[in-house]
């Protein structure tokens, strides 16, 4: 088949119509893809979520490296409870915050696999908080995918762990008070400090330019789960705009102007010599 | 023939766990049964490379069973009450998912954290489901160490058959006793899996998922009638007791566990008073051998239930003879084991000399 240029294709357009699959579609031509192992049906998440752009770019690197019969999700209990429903690969369903549980008894009995979490702040850094710590002490071998929006979705907008002082939510009505509802948990620098973990870095998704990022760290950190270098987590701050009481837009100028200024974006731990 | 052994109760239910081919064994340390976790640490994966982890909590050594048995592991864990308790969210999951997995619960006197002493307490807890939700467990209820061995490879059988959670129900004494056992021969560990396991993609199938959610109404109570006519095919089919003496017996007694050897005991005794006495002991607990109560009912002129509890299997000996015959309780508590003394002199007093307390 000839090489043809969009130009050709035009020149052609007066005298016959345009075939999609042939013309238009030329691997040469293509500049985005959904990516093939995120199931192609409507997501429940509101719309202008972070979630979706996270199973996106995390389903995007899993087709990339050509993993998806290598590797086992753990879905958790929250907004992402049905994480399952999208990413087509094998998965479980834990029990509210004991994925890294649920992934340590998977990833011990099959250390070949990948094998990855993906949780709420509730899920992770509240319920889970010491099948967390305790995972990544042991150095367990897994990546954990960390959605922070600072409240509880699924249950419509309650106070989480890592709720902003002062953030108004359905349980801390006022704002939330530090001295009597305790302080946002900083669970990702909490967890650098364990020589089990390898890698934590935090990333947004709320520009083009952060969800680049962000895919990249979740490369590498399969990257390093293959080289066998222990518990990596990547953080991802984000939105939600239902329950923030927002727009989209609006939810990620707040991403972007309260957020990340509490949760600065970048590395906080990286293995010796990367 | 397998080799003829002297050993501790929990030792030789260790010693079957490996010889079964087990995968993976996650537990945390609790009074009576921490040998578990020492025998397998120190034996098991040298020998079969079976994964051994001490978990931080029994809240995460049940959740790292349900991902190791999501992934069609053979794989088991073991604790006694307290830890049993914190184990009941992950067993309801287990339940719900149809994950097979096999624990033993080395029972110790509550409430609260109560006693390290033997006990049946959590009879109720183990029979009716103990967490949340309408599920069963398929609870086996040895009496020797001999049956701590051979219950480890008939309760994995149980639970790849049913796909259902299997426990094994026994107590401090029994975990902690030593007796002769005859152990049967290493068994391969499984290379082959299960078509729902979560391995990773097939290439050309759909992907396997594990989960009890099922938001919508409809499609819960579906998954909730499957699960119904499971267990009543597990009635069917799975029932085990032992019957002792039934052909003239005008009375029974009955227990479970290391209660009921001390029931065929105080039988003998019994007999040898010239009472007509047999024994009846569920082997089984869920699915529980009503039938066998309700056959021999008519003839009898009462039941004795004893248990190292205030009472919970008596419930079950009850609703099976459904008034047929009188069904009385004996039981001590608090670690507290009955002598065949004491329940031979409860039998005259209940029965022969109608005496209540």
Redesign the interface.
Known sequence: MSERTYVDIEAELTDQPINFDEDICLAENVVYVKPQTLIDIPMHYCPGCGHSTAHKILMEVVDEMGI?????G??PVGCS??A?HYM????????HG?AC??????K???PE?YVFTYQGDGDLAAIGT??TV?AANRGENILVVFINNGIYGMTSGQMAPTTLPGMVTTTSPYGRDVKTQGHPLYISNLLANLPGVAYVSRHSVHTPNNVRKAKKSLAKALEYQKQGLGFCLVEIVTNCPSNWKMTPKQSNQFVEEKMIPFYPLGDIKVPEGK | MGDLKLMKGNEALSEAMIRAGCDAYFGYPITPQSEVLEYLAREASQRTGMVVLQAESEVAAINMIYGAAGAGRRVMTTSSSPGISLMQEGLSYIASAELPCLLANVVRGGPGLGTIQPSQADYFQSVKGGGHGDYKLIVLAPSSVQEMVDFVKLGFELGEKYRNPVMILTDGAIGQMMEKVVLFEQMPRKTEFPDWATTGKKPGKDRNYITSLHIQSEKMEEINLRLQAKYKEIEKNEIRYQAVNLDDAEYVFTGFGLVARICIKAMEMARAKGYKVGVIRPITVFPFPTQVYADIAPQLKGILDVEMNAGQMVEDVRLSVNGATKVEFYGRMGGMIPSPEEILENFERIYIKGETK
């Not at chain 1, 998806?68 to 086992?72: M, R």
Request: proline letters at 0%; charged letters at 25%; a negative charge.
């Open positions: 998806q019969e290598e590797i086992i753990v879905a409870v049905f399952y087509n690969v094998d998965m479980q369903e834990a029990a004991r549980a649920v992934a340590t008894g998977i011990r009995i099959m696999k010491a099948e305790h």
